[in-house]
């Protein structure tokens, strides 16, 4: 399972990469292999100030559909459009081309809940 060491995770399967006060949010590799060919990714909170926790999207499985929350507080900046005509790149490609939102992370963000790469890989065995 590929769970790359400089990004962070949460126990919902996204990751997060943070770099200054923005942050790029995807989800991991195990999750994509759970829920097998992805098929859409509903994104419509772009410009939305989001608390921790909140539902940002979802993406759509050939036999489920699976709500991606917000790990960390923000306002969502971008949406990854490519995944409009690709979201095959959730399945290809989660940590690279198949990022979902890029996020300005607001002041009061609270990040502690964050996982490292070991305590992600401890989570899903």
């Given at each position: 399972m590929?769970?790359?060491?400089?990004l962070?995770?949460?126990k919902?399967?996204?990751?997060?990469?943070?770099?200054?006060?923005v942050a790029?949010?995807?989800?991991?590799?195990?999750?994509?292999?759970?829920l097998?060919?992805?098929?859409?990714?509903?994104?419509?909170?772009?410009?939305?100030?989001?608390?921790?926790?909140?539902?940002?999207?979802s993406?759509?499985?050939?036999?489920?559909?699976?709500?991606?929350?917000l790990?960390?507080?923000?306002?969502?900046?971008?949406?990854?459009?490519?995944?409009?005509?690709?979201?095959?790149?959730?399945?290809?490609?989660?940590?690279?081309?198949?990022?979902?939102?890029?996020?300005?992370?607001?002041?009061?963000?609270?990040?502690?809940?964050?996982?490292?790469?070991?305590?992600?890989?401890?989570?899903?065995?």
């Amino acid at each position: 399972m590929n769970t790359p060491s400089e990004l962070k995770y949460t126990k919902d399967h996204e990751w997060i990469k943070i770099e200054g006060n923005v942050a790029t949010i995807g989800i991991t590799d195990f999750a994509q292999g759970e829920l097998g060919d992805i098929v859409y990714v509903d994104i419509d909170t772009v410009d939305d100030d989001l608390d921790n926790g909140a539902v940002f999207g979802s993406v759509e499985a050939v036999k489920t559909v699976s709500d991606l929350f917000l790990p960390i507080a923000g306002k969502v900046t971008e949406f990854n459009s490519e995944l409009e005509a690709q979201p095959e790149l959730l399945n290809t490609d989660p940590y690279g081309d198949g990022w979902i939102i890029k996020l300005e992370i607001a002041d009061s963000a609270d990040q502690s809940g964050l996982l490292t790469a070991e305590e992600y890989q401890a989570i899903i065995g």
